[in-house]
């Protein structure tokens, strides 16, 4: 356990179905992030929060709706997604974005859009 | 895996050699460099960084070292292991802004 946890772990949905990703942190950080990793991009930024409040979006679909209630949690709802969308969506934490030894990852959540 | 499935270039090594993974940037204006190593099921955990002003920088049977001139990175594992399997990212960072990771590449040891 690294000290960020997502659930689920697996997830499959259809395309007019609405889920949510979950990310939970107890490592006392104040910046949060939603990352996708597919083939075609490895690693890519989504959404940054930095004590509670959005930051950063990379023109990211609305399909995707993140959520930061308080800086422990991170959500990512999704909506009327596509196929394409299949990816593994990893959550990390730091104490602000440019701390380079504090990116504490968690194990990813692996979505199918069927 | 949850890396499976990344187009990812690949380096195979035979397990006690050493194994060099390079990596491009394009922004001259980061001040950090990083190495992620994710291994199967896991996200990337941080490896070794090294500052925008040095050009080596070692670590416990790893040495990163930092070409500004042709904007080239790389990362060298002494003696590599099969614990060593896994993609390894190099990232970069400029000021507060976040991580941003590079492409990737998958290393197998073979044993």
């Known amino acids: 356990e690294t000290g960020v946890t997502q659930t689920p772990r697996h997830l499959v949905m259809g395309m007019t179905n609405k889920k949510s990703l979950k990310c939970e942190q107890h490592?006392?950080?104040?910046?949060m992030y939603w990352y996708k990793q597919s083939a075609k991009k490895p690693l890519e930024l989504m959404f940054v929060?930095?004590?509670?409040?959005?930051?950063e979006n990379n023109s990211v679909p609305s399909r995707f709706s993140p959520e930061c209630p308080n800086s422990s949690h991170l959500f990512l709802h999704l909506h009327t997604l596509q196929p394409e969308d299949s990816a593994l969506y990893l959550c990390?934490?730091?104490?602000?974005?440019?701390?380079?030894?504090?990116?504490?990852f968690g194990s990813g959540t692996r979505l199918t859009v069927v | 895996g949850e890396s499976v499935g990344l187009h990812l270039p690949t380096l195979s090594v035979q397990e006690g050699d050493n194994s060099i993974i390079n990596c491009a940037y394009s922004?001259?204006?980061?001040?950090?460099f990083i190495w992620y190593k994710q291994e199967s099921g896991k996200g990337p955990q941080f490896i070794i960084d090294?500052?925008?002003?040095?050009d080596k920088r070692q670590g416990q049977r790893v040495t990163v070292l930092l070409n500004k001139t042709v904007k080239h990175l790389s990362l060298q594992i002494a003696a590599t292991q099969p614990g060593d399997s896994a993609v390894y990212f190099c990232?970069?960072?400029?000021?507060?802004?976040?991580?941003?990771f590079g492409k990737g590449t998958r290393l197998s040891v073979i044993a």
């Open positions: 990390a934490s730091s104490q602000d974005p440019g701390d380079i030894h504090g990116y504490t």
């Open positions: 490592l006392g950080h104040n910046a």
């Open positions: 929060y930095n004590f509670k409040e959005q930051t």
């Open positions: 922004n001259s204006a980061s001040d950090y």
């Open positions: 090294i500052r925008s002003n040095m």
């Open positions: 990232a970069e960072i400029e000021g507060n802004t976040p991580l941003v």
